[in-house]
């Protein structure tokens, strides 16, 4: 298909950097969702607005099957460091991961399908606060799923390192889960040259991180990828070298690829504080939170986006591609539907522009392959 009689890439290539130099944070993507709104009403499709907020979800009608196609749009707190011309012109915040461009591909996409539509019904789901604020699930919350009806759901994501023509998409895990966890000691304070007189929830602190790696190194299965890491503890006070405290808190970060190590691994934390709390004479209390599941490809959804991929990028479609220990709450979405999760170039990686990165910027470049993608996807997913 000719896009380019569709698609004006030069407007579209302006949208893009307008966004960028307006950039939001989750749930507060009120001039985004609007002029998204205002592009989608503007194509004569379906238009629902205000679901988690500031989320949009347009529907294009046809008979027989239906695709969701994903878009996040929010931006991330952070100064943004570059000298291109469309710089963000609000202070502390940037589009450090490209959902700038994530919302002008698929507004492309809806253009192309709108004017040339596949056979079946397409949702066109832009979601807010995609960076840890939780837009996914609260638009899965708030009903998304009974109100549009997906058998099958696509997420697209830039990828700094790959050239601008390359999609990668791989069948299983894409992205792990992403949890938060916490383990207070409570003891019972008392002077330090004098520790038999109280219970000490330092030493408990000290075992209890020196055991933790054990879960992975010994009870997770070698061949499950998993990470435990503790990334914050308090307790006593540097002023006061001869009080052992009454408490001391430690939290953490846990990764998986699958619900059983990601289930086992919030048992086993759980499991570890309690038996170092009743070794060391000590209380405790633990909280696991579950922020985000992990992003696994279904097999068929996988098969249409890598045909997808390979009937735009030809030989430079990857089929395979290692996963990322980061998170996206498009888990959210494909935990209930049949999706897949796919990596558009974003071009070389230039002055260390990785996402969440000062200095990153999302390659116009890029725009044409991913609305491409998206359109290619959309008739896959619909012929099969
Ligand atoms: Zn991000
Ligand atoms: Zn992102």
């Given at each position: 298909?000719?896009?380019q009689?569709y698609v004006?890439?030069?407007?579209?290539?302006k949208?893009?950097?307008?966004?960028?130099?307006?950039p939001?944070l989750?749930?507060?993507e009120?001039?985004t969702s609007?002029?998204?709104?205002?592009?989608l009403?503007?194509?004569?499709?379906?238009?629902?607005?205000g679901?988690a907020?500031t989320?949009?979800?347009?529907?294009?009608?046809g008979?027989?099957r239906?695709?969701?196609?994903?878009a996040?749009?929010?931006?991330?707190?952070?100064?943004e460091?570059?000298?291109i011309p469309w710089?963000s012109?609000?202070?502390?915040?940037?589009?450090a991961?490209?959902h700038?461009?994530?919302?002008t591909?698929?507004?492309?996409?809806?253009t192309?399908l709108?004017?040339?539509?596949?056979?079946?019904t397409?949702h066109?789901?832009?979601?807010p606060?995609e960076?840890?604020?939780?837009?996914?699930?609260?638009?899965?919350?708030?009903?998304?799923?009974?109100?549009?009806?997906?058998?099958?759901?696509?997420?697209?994501?830039n990828?700094p390192?790959?050239?601008?023509?390359?999609?990668?998409?791989?069948s299983?895990?894409?992205l792990a889960?992403?949890?938060?966890w916490?383990?207070?000691?409570?003891g019972k304070?008392t002077?330090g040259?004098?520790?038999h007189?109280?219970?000490d929830c330092?030493?408990?602190?000290?075992?209890?991180?020196?055991?933790?790696?054990?879960i992975i190194g010994?009870?997770?299965?070698?061949?499950q990828p998993?990470?435990?890491?503790?990334?914050?503890?308090h307790g006593?006070?540097?002023?006061?070298?001869n009080?052992?405290?009454d408490?001391?808190?430690?939290?953490?970060?846990?990764r998986?690829?699958?619900?059983?190590?990601r289930?086992r691994?919030?048992?086993?934390?759980?499991h570890?504080?309690k038996?170092?709390?009743?070794t060391?004479?000590?209380k405790m209390?633990?909280e696991?939170?579950?922020?985000i599941?992990?992003?696994?490809?279904h097999?068929?959804?996988?098969k249409?986006?890598q045909k997808?991929?390979?009937?735009?990028c030809?030989?430079q479609a990857?089929t395979?591609?290692?996963?990322s220990?980061?998170?996206d709450?498009?888990?959210?979405?494909?935990?209930t539907?049949?999706?897949?999760?796919?990596?558009?170039g974003?071009?070389p990686i230039?002055?260390?522009?990785l996402?969440?990165?000062?200095?990153y910027d999302?390659?116009?470049?890029?725009l044409?392959t991913?609305?491409?993608?998206?359109?290619?996807?959309?008739n896959?997913?619909?012929a099969s």
């Open positions: 298909m000719n896009l009689k004006d890439l030069e407007a579209l290539t949208l893009r950097r307008d966004l960028h130099q307006h939001e989750g749930f507060e009120i001039r609007r002029i998204v709104a205002d592009y009403l503007e194509l004569g499709l379906e238009v629902e607005e679901i907020e989320g949009v979800v347009a529907t294009l009608r008979e027989g239906s695709v969701g196609l994903r996040d749009m929010d931006a991330l707190a952070l100064e460091t570059s000298s710089v012109r609000l202070p502390g915040k940037m589009h991961c490209g700038d461009g994530h919302t591909m698929l507004l492309g996409a809806a192309v709108s004017n040339s539509p596949p056979k079946g397409v066109f789901i832009f979601q606060a960076e840890g604020r939780g837009g996914a699930k609260r638009m899965v919350e708030e009903g998304l799923f009974e109100k549009i009806s997906c058998d099958t759901i696509f997420g697209l994501h990828m390192g790959l050239e601008t023509n390359q999609i990668a998409i791989a299983g895990p894409q889960s992403s949890d938060s916490m383990v207070e000691f409570e304070s002077h040259a004098k520790p007189l109280g219970s330092i030493t408990a602190s000290g075992h209890f991180l020196t055991t933790l790696q054990t010994r009870l997770i299965d070698p061949l998993a990470v435990i890491s503790a990334c914050s503890i006593g006070d540097p002023k006061a070298l009080v052992i405290p408490q001391v808190s430690i939290g953490g970060t846990a998986a690829y699958s619900i059983d190590v289930n691994i919030e048992e086993e934390i759980g570890l504080a038996g170092t709390a009743e060391m004479g000590v209390n633990y696991y939170i579950r922020r599941p992990p992003v696994v490809n097999p068929d959804a996988t249409i986006a997808a991929a390979v009937s735009v030809g030989k990857l395979s591609f290692p996963p220990t980061a998170g709450d498009f888990a959210f979405f494909s935990e539907i049949p999706g897949a999760y796919a990596w558009l974003n071009g230039q002055d260390g522009a996402h969440h990165n000062s200095n999302f390659n116009d470049q890029a044409l991913g609305i491409s993608f998206w359109v290619e996807v959309a896959e997913a619909l």
